[in-house]
C-alpha cells in the first residue's frame, strides 16, 4: 500500500506563492498518474490539477490554469503544485492522489474515489 504525505502548507497573503510537496513511500506506483485536489470549508472535494506518468502531460480546473502548476519527480517519488497569484478562493485543504493503476492524467480527473490512493491533506489559507 502507497503512503502519500503533502507538506507545504500554510498561510499567504493574497497575490503570494505556496509550493506544495507530496512524497510517496511503500508501494509508490511510479509509473502512474497523480493529482492534486482540494475541499473548501462546506463544500465537496474538487479536481484541482493532475499529470500524467511521465510527468509530460498535464491537465488543471479552469479555476487555477495559469496560476498553478504541477510537476514530479519520480526519482524522488515526488509530486509538486507551484500555486502562484493565489486569492482568498483557494482557501481549502489540498490533497494529493495517485492512481493505482492508471498513467493518463484522465485517470486521475474520471477515476472514482475509492479508484485513488490519498494522502491525509494540507491547509492553505489565503489572507485578503
Known amino acids: 500500500q502507497v503512503q502519500l504525505v503533502e507538506s507545504g502548507g500554510g498561510l499567504v497573503q493574497a497575490g503570494g506563492s505556496l509550493r506544495l510537496s507530496c512524497t510517496a513511500s511503500?508501494?509508490?506506483?511510479?509509473?502512474?498518474?497523480r493529482g492534486w485536489f482540494r475541499q473548501a470549508p462546506g463544500k465537496e472535494r474538487v479536481f484541482v490539477a493532475a499529470?500524467?506518468?511521465?510527468?509530460?502531460?498535464?491537465y488543471y480546473t479552469d479555476a487555477v490554469q495559469g496560476r498553478f502548476t504541477i510537476s514530479r519527480d519520480n526519482a524522488k517519488n515526488t509530486m509538486y503544485l507551484q500555486m502562484n497569484s493565489l486569492k482568498p478562493e483557494d482557501t481549502a485543504v489540498y490533497y494529493c492522489?495517485?492512481?493505482?493503476?492508471?498513467?493518463?492524467?484522465?485517470?486521475?480527473?474520471?477515476?472514482?474515489?475509492?479508484?485513488?490512493?490519498w494522502g491525509q491533506g494540507t491547509q492553505v489559507t489565503v489572507s485578503s
Open positions: 492522489a495517485a492512481s493505482r493503476t492508471g498513467t493518463s492524467s484522465s485517470d486521475i480527473v474520471q477515476a472514482p474515489p475509492n479508484n485513488l490512493e
Open positions: 511503500g508501494r509508490t506506483f511510479s509509473g502512474t498518474s
Open positions: 499529470i500524467n506518468w511521465s510527468g509530460h502531460a498535464t
